[in-house]
């Protein structure tokens, strides 16, 4: 079975700098879709650890810029175990027209999530056709797998975010993380444009076997379009990696085959 044989009906994928000027064309479209329904929920669960100020400033940035294309908007601090169990915020997430999840770290997300109410509420708002989005962290928290980002990492990431990354860098690479498995067989490189990830990986020597590496770049979402399968909206592009095999790019506006 191919991935594009499994397509959620609302899906996006984005990567990174969704807030940043240039990007609200892209909301306004994903809201357009929602066809008038407008409960807008998001979750900063992947920056639980970046510290109170962080969240407040990301749940402030979404509310203000979705709000302002009409969007209601609300940021439910789900931050932990205990606040994902709360039914006060799984409520809105299970009638929610469209689910957001900022960026950070999947492995943050993954240590909140499994087993509690918000994620049922998460299961209960795809299964009635909601739109659920990420960005960053939060898109590579919806495929089969992530890689793990340690402190060590992040530094180094840091260290060459403007450059991109010089032909030796060679991180350990740990083991891959398990994610949401909404995209099977499946792993996300965010911010693709500024080159950040070591070379081997980008020939697919990191991937598990049978695995795809989905590479989007800043300002620019890979969609799901139902039974027309996947799209490219924004300002970059979205590579596909495969293990053995040249990657190959879609430009905006351009279907994209996952498989």
Not at 84 to 98: F, G, L, S, T
Request: proline share 7%.
């Amino acid at each position: 079975m191919s991935l594009d044989s499994i397509l959620p009906a609302r899906l996006a994928l984005i990567g990174g700098e969704e807030f940043a000027d240039g990007f609200d064309d892209v909301h306004a479209e994903l809201l357009a879709g929602l066809n008038g329904r407008r409960r807008v929920v998001f979750l900063p669960t992947c920056a639980a650890d970046d510290g109170p100020e962080a969240i407040d400033y990301w749940c402030d940035l979404a509310r203000n810029k979705l709000s302002a294309l009409g969007a209601s908007v609300e940021t439910p601090r789900v931050l932990d175990v205990a606040s994902a169990n709360d039914e006060r915020y799984a409520q809105p997430i299970a009638e929610a027209d469209w689910v957001y999840f900022g960026g950070g770290y999947p492995h943050v997300a993954m240590r909140i999530l499994p087993n509690t109410r918000v994620m049922d509420a998460l299961k209960a708002a795809r299964a009635r056709g909601a739109l659920v989005s990420g960005s960053s962290g939060g898109a590579m928290l919806m495929c089969a797998r992530s890689f793990v980002i340690t402190p060590e990492h992040a530094a180094g990431i840091g260290q060459y975010w403007q450059s991109g990354v010089p032909d030796d860098w060679d991180p350990p690479l740990l083991p891959p993380l398990d994610g949401l498995g909404w995209i099977p067989r499946s792993v996300c490189a965010p911010h693709f444009n500024r080159r950040l990830l070591p070379k081997k990986w980008l020939a697919g020597e990191g991937l598990p076997d049978g695995f795809t590496l989905i590479g989007i770049d800043e300002q620019t979402a890979l969609v799901s379009r139902g039974d027309q399968g996947w799209g490219v909206r924004g300002r970059g592009a979205v590579t596909i990696v495969r293990k053995g095999l040249e990657p190959v790019i879609y430009q905006t506006g351009e279907q994209v085959v996952l498989s």
